[in-house]
């Protein structure tokens, strides 16, 4: 009988080893079970063979809903945030006082207490196993002690013998760690300057193990966070195999590293598709990005994923941001007549639907219901299925039979409570893929290994872990707990286990290594006491090392290889290692497997077609070559997604099109001047209606939309205002069109690119010459008019392609916080607070024409490098804001200090 599932695991898989390693290839196989799964088997074989009439013991998963039916009836007056894990944590408390001997009943009830609490609990689940004629574990396991030992156990891995446990052995069996070990190996204590470094530390070490016997068994023992040891399986990986990390195949055929004790079952990506697949169907409601990664999901068998990925794409320009069945269906429906995609999925999910069912039904039911929805979807899809793949699936329908037991407990459950339940099942059900024998296990628990392994390393034992702080629960008087023995109740228990963890760790491997991190983060941290008598050394070796990883950090990565690593050095005296960097660029360099590729220039456009996206390829091209490569050649576009209210897009497009039929109406300044207000209102509103009827089609529009409309007019009244504040013009041109041919310069080409453009508006103006205007309604951007890359050459591209005498340039930005021209002219007097042009530095002359200038030879420079293929990584200021490529354009690699800052630089 071993304490765990992982335990019992690792003990069929040396005990095999063995017997492999001794040549027989037939052996018994041992019976290793924990004490959960021997009292279930021993109560069902104890009643089959003498006809004795005893209650079935509960499955786990009857036995946690008990508790949290008993829990949530007994505190229904209460407001708690989570009654689920009140539940859960009266479990423990339960079976923590079961397995010591710890009679709750004996404790006198103090209403409103935590133990008063327990034992009301406690009584309301015992009545409720008994009207089912059930017994928890505790209860069988105290009616097997109570009949007698029936056949020979023997317990290893327990660093405590229980009362609970002692009852079930009998006299005279014991626990292997409890007895005192002989020939206890002297363990090599490392102090690492950080928790980071101590876990580089640990793969250099399981590289040296492995290089000195290649058949070797590791055990890393790391408790904390899940993160941390996902990064040093990595670490390990990289370390001992770093051929898939430079595009090889991987020279191992043999699983290297293994993390044991798995994660919850609803975080497997597959078993979580067809738990959201449930949840919609009945009824539940998620964010539209929920529903987003549920289509994308590689877990259908049809419609193909291209198909579903188009369907994505279109309900990302109307979705709402929260969606359940019935507007999810009303969006596929919409979709439907353009998109085979959205008729299939819609009648898998009325077919779906139909299977499942609303009534109410016992949970046995509605396993049968759930693996007939997921059917006819055809979870998980038609990939070919791996060994892991298929003992996923497995695994989910294993948890559907669970499910299936609690009929008896739960009664009979609507639709969403039915599904709640099994998520809830689900997420406390720890489930890893059964894998091959791996090189190194990477453990989270501060257990006995029980069996022995070729080196063992354990690390974080600091002065805050280990020992482990005294938890006692709270559930249980704190002297019932002392007079039982509980170790977590007491420093001198604490400090008890921890001994007895030594001891095992000590006798468990060839190779004992202990290590502490010196610092975690800010956080300054001691070696455990514990480890006192085999630290003397290693405090020399931990400073040292802390002065070679600063030099390292001085002299750069290049000249890491040269820095002694001391930190893994012997810490009584043996002879030191060759000395090696820890810097995994530098230890999986290999001369000739490298080679330099250059990327800055893509294929060359071809001139015969109309740059695309019109100006848009000048202002990409001027922000960042690569992203106007990435968007605009390989059609890396941003995907949209729903914003509350209306989209900033056709926000834009409304108050656009109301502009345009404004100015269609009014002409001119004089005209706008002769408006009465009464007047202006009627023409400004009735121009936004029809701006709202050509984009939305409808004459009744929704709340959002009315808001809008009424928006735009706030806003259009507002440029009134300050279109009477400027000098005389006439509105000559409205969404002007006109094609743009640039010259692309060079010793033997006379080619030409050529734009189509589109100018929201140009006017004439009384004093001579036009002004270029540009609506804008989204966030406005710095203005740069005279450096190497101008803010807005959209407008110098209106500047090349009009005919006439330009002398102004500007957007006319019309949002809620500002309404104003911004832009340049020839004379600050042409248009309301925007300057005249500054001549060129040393420039003589018209300050205009030679400004011009400079902006048609930076107009065709911009064209030439798109035109040319440029995609180099060279983004201006500000431009990786929001850009949604620079996730691929490696950009952190150019080691340009200015890069830091440029998401954070304020706009001037």
């Not at 070919?384 to 008896?408: A, I, Y």
């Not at 345009?660 to 400004?684: K, M, N, P, R, Y």
């Not at 002219?825 to 011009?852: M, N």
């Amino acid at each position: 009988m071993v304490p765990s599932r992982q335990r019992a695991h690792s003990l069929r898989l040396a005990y095999s080893a063995a017997q492999l390693e001794a040549g027989r290839r037939v052996w018994s196989t041992p019976d290793v079970v924990t004490l959960e799964a021997w009292v279930a088997r021993e109560v069902e074989a104890r009643a089959t063979s003498t006809g004795t009439r005893v209650p079935r013991t509960l499955s786990g998963a009857e036995e946690w809903l008990l508790w949290r039916q008993c829990a949530a009836e007994e505190t229904q007056e209460w407001n708690l945030v989570n009654r689920r894990a009140l539940a859960e944590a009266l479990r423990r408390a339960s079976a923590l006082a079961a397995d010591n001997g710890i009679d709750i009943y004996r404790f006198p009830l103090v209403p409103e207490t935590e133990t008063a609490l327990l034992q009301e609990v406690q009584r309301a689940v015992d009545d409720r196993c008994r009207s089912l004629g059930a017994a928890s574990v505790a209860s069988a396991a105290s009616w097997l002690a109570s009949e007698g030992p029936r056949s020979a156990l023997e317990a290893a891995g327990f660093l405590r013998i229980s009362p609970r446990l002692a009852s079930l052995l009998g006299p005279g069996h014991g626990s292997a760690a409890a007895a005192e070990q002989s020939g206890l190996k002297r363990p090599r204590v490392v102090i690492a300057p950080d928790d980071l470094t101590e876990l580089e530390l640990i793969a250099q070490w399981c590289r040296v193990q492995i290089a000195r016997h290649a058949q070797a068994r590791l055990l890393v023992v790391l408790p904390g966070s899940p993160g941390a040891r996902e990064r040093l399986a990595t670490l390990i990986q990289q370390t001992l195999d770093p051929q898939p990390w430079l595009g090889f195949e991987s020279r191992s055929t043999h699983p290297i590293v293994a993390i044991e004790g798995g994660v919850p079952l609803a975080r497997n990506p597959a078993v979580a598709h067809a738990l959201s697949t449930l949840s919609w169907l009945s009824g539940e409601a998620g964010d539209f990005e929920a529903v987003s990664a549920w289509l994308r999901a590689p877990y259908w068998e049809t419609p193909d994923a291209g198909a579903r990925a188009r369907l994505d794409a279109s309900l990302r320009e109307r979705a709402s941001l929260q969606l359940d069945l019935a507007t999810l269906g009303a969006e596929l429906r919409r979709a439907s007549p353009a998109s085979p995609g959205a008729r299939a999925i819609l009648a898998q999910i009325s077919q779906a639907a139909n299977a499942l069912g609303q009534s109410r039904a016992s949970p046995r039911d509605w396993s049968d219901r759930f693996r007939a929805a997921l059917e006819v979807f055809g979870w998980p899809g038609d990939r070919p299925r791996h060994s892991q793949d298929q003992q996923t699936v497995m695994r989910l329908h294993e948890l559907l039979d669970e499910f299936g037991q609690l009929s008896g407990a739960a009664g009979l459950l609507s639709s969403q409570s039915a599904v709640q339940c099994l998520l809830e099942l689900a997420a406390r059900t720890p489930y890893k893929g059964a894998d091959d024998d791996p090189v190194v296990t990477i453990t989270p628990m501060l257990a006995d290994p029980i069996v022995r392994y070729d080196a063992l390393w354990v690390a974080g034992l600091h002065s805050e872990a280990f020992p482990e702080p005294v938890q006692p629960d709270p559930f249980l008087p704190l002297p019932a707990q002392l007079a039982a023995g509980i170790p977590a109740a007491s420093a001198a228990g604490r400090l008890m286990e921890a001994s007895s963890l030594l001891r095992a760790w000590r006798a468990a491997a060839g190779e004992l290594v202990l290590s502490a991190p010196a610092r975690s983060g800010d956080l300054e941290l001691l070696p455990s006491p514990l480890l006192a008598p085999w630290t003397t050394a290693s405090r020399r070796v931990a400073a040292s090392s802390h002065r070679d990883r600063a030099s390292a950090r001085a002299t750069g990565p290049a000249q890491r290889s040269q820095q002694p690593d001391r930190a893994t050095g012997p810490a009584h005296g043996d002879s030191a290692p060759a000395a090696e960097t820890l810097w995994l660029p530098e230890r999986i360099r290999r001369p000739g497997l490298l080679e330099a590729v250059h990327d800055r220039v893509g294929v060359e456009w071809d001139v015969r077609c109309p740059l695309p996206a019109g100006t848009s390829s000048l202002e990409r091209q001027n922000a960042c070559p690569f992203q106007a490569y990435a968007v605009l050649r390989l059609g890396s576009s941003e995907l949209a997604a729903p914003d509350p209210g209306v989209d900033p897009r056709v926000r834009g497009k409304l108050l656009h099109a109301a502009l345009q039929h404004f100015w269609a109406h009014v002409g001119d300044s004089l005209t706008l001047h002769a408006l009465s207000e009464a007047a202006e209102i009627d023409l400004i509103e009735q121009c936004v209606s029809d701006a709202a009827r050509e984009i939305w089609g409808e004459e009744q529009h929704p709340p959002p939309r009315v808001r809008e409309r009424r928006r735009a007019v706030r806003l259009m009244r507002s440029l009134c205002n300050l279109e009477r504040e400027r000098a005389p013009f006439t509105v000559t041109g409205r969404e002007f069109e006109r094609a743009l041919n640039l010259p692309l310069k060079g010793p033997l080409t006379t080619a030409t690119a050529r734009m189509n453009l589109r100018i929201d508006r140009i006017d004439r103006l009384a004093s001579g010459g036009s002004a270029v205007l540009d609506y804008k309604s989204g966030q406005t951007k710095s203005t740069d008019w005279y450096g190497e890359r101008p803010s807005h050459p959209q407008l110098l591209a209106y500047l090349a392609a009009v005919e006439e005498e330009v002398v102004a340039l500007a957007t006319v930005n019309v949002t809620a916080r500002e309404v104003r021209f911004d832009g340049i002219a020839s004379s600050s007097k042409l248009l309301p607070r925007v300057k005249g042009v500054l001549p060129p530095e040393g420039g003589e002359g018209d300050a205009w024409a030679l400004r011009k200038a400079e902006w048609l030879e930076c107009v065709e420079r911009l064209a030439a490098g798109f035109v040319s293929g440029n995609a180099a990584v060279d983004p201006k200021q500000g431009a990786c804001e929001y850009c949604h490529v620079k996730s691929v354009c490696r950009v952190g690699d150019r080691g340009d200090p200015e890069l830091d800052v440029l998401e954070e630089a304020p706009d001037e």
